[in-house]
């Protein structure tokens, strides 16, 4: 049987312009910008995460990642 799976990948830097990833498993079908971004303002302006060098700092981006599994037969 064929497994797919989602990622939503979000990108930021931190205060020291080092990447900073979040990825969330399983993100629900056509989540719009806008809803991302609304994660990120939160991560960002509430200083949840620390990156490698410092906090958290600016969204960077995010991308959908799709990923299918086959069996060999």
């Known amino acids: ?22 990825t969330i498993s399983n993100p629900k079908d056509n ?4 809803e991302v971004k609304n994660v990120s303002d939160n991560i960002i302006n509430n200083q949840l995460v620390e990156g490698k060098v410092g906090l958290v700092k600016t969204f960077n981006g995010a991308v959908i990642v799709t990923r299918e599994e086959k069996p060999i037969e």
């Open 31 to 34: 989540v719009a910008i806008n």
């Open 1 to 22: 049987m064929d497994k797919n799976t989602k990622t939503l990948r979000m990108n930021f830097f931190d205060e020291g312009g080092k990447p900073w990833t979040l």
